[in-house]
């Protein structure tokens, strides 16, 4: 069976590094999110990417977030100068329309 | 956006015993109704759906759930749970034609022998 595969499971960063979350979504998909999980709070929308480029994005998205799809297979996020407010488990979903799957997470540490 | 309201953060529950986990959304439009599960360490997993037809929708691991329009409930049920069915349950909700997700705070479900 498919599935949405991301890379690295645990990243560990100083304040103030850039980072880039990776993920593989599923080969007919055509719609990509990311979705993040600060420890013991609700899973929380980031950015949808449909057609190359961004369809959606919440307040959370600010210029320091960026996407994108760059060999139309990984789909990536990049935070550009990371806070210690980062910290969280960020998932990975693609779908064809109305259904996602989702990948295992990266827990991203800043220290 | 959708408000998903989670009503039981955690559910202990003997082995074989039924549970019921309580989702509800708040608004009335047209929407799609999710369950996920979490297991340990791991990612979330589709447990089941609700995008139109019958209210009474069944997913895997005899998990079933009902979609209450009246109501905006989404509850989920099992009439046996397992050990293996100790986790964190998120109910989770789209507009239609919206496709981002707006998730509950979660349920963790224990089963105990």
């Known amino acids: 069976e498919p599935e949405v595969t991301q890379t690295p499971s645990h990243q560990v960063t100083q304040m103030g590094q850039e980072v880039i979350l990776r993920c593989v979504p599923i080969?007919?998909?055509?719609?990509f999110y990311w979705y993040r999980q600060i420890l013991g709070q609700k899973v929380e929308f980031l950015v949808s990417?449909?057609?190359?480029?961004?369809?959606?994005k919440s307040e959370i998205f600010d210029d320091q977030f960026s996407v994108e799809r760059p060999d139309g297979s990984n789909f990536t996020l990049k935070i550009r100068s990371t806070k210690l407010e980062d910290s969280a488990m960020y998932f990975c979903?693609?779908?064809?329309?109305?259904?996602?799957?989702f990948g295992p997470g990266t827990r991203l540490t800043v220290l | 956006a959708q408000s998903v309201t989670q009503l039981d953060s955690q559910v202990p529950v003997f082995e074989e015993a039924p549970v019921e986990l309580r989702c509800n959304y708040s608004?009335?439009?047209?929407?799609?109704l999710f369950w996920y599960v979490q297991y340990p360490n791991q990612g979330l997993q589709l447990l089941l759906k609700?995008?139109?037809?019958?209210?009474l929708v069944k997913g895997i691991n005899g998990f079933e759930a009902e979609f209450n329009k009246s109501q905006t409930s989404f509850h989920l049920r099992k009439p046996s749970v397992h050990i293996s069915d100790t986790a964190e349950y998120f109910c989770?909700?789209?507009?239609?034609?919206?496709?981002?997700?707006?998730f509950g705070a979660g349920t963790t479900v224990t089963v105990r022998a």
């Open positions: 608004s009335s439009v047209s929407v799609y």
């Open positions: 080969s007919n998909h055509l719609y």
């Open positions: 979903a693609s779908s064809t329309g109305d259904t996602q799957y």
């Open positions: 989770a909700v789209s507009d239609r034609g919206d496709y981002k997700l707006s």
């Open positions: 609700y995008l139109s037809g019958s209210t």
């Open positions: 990417f449909y057609n190359n480029e961004i369809s959606e």
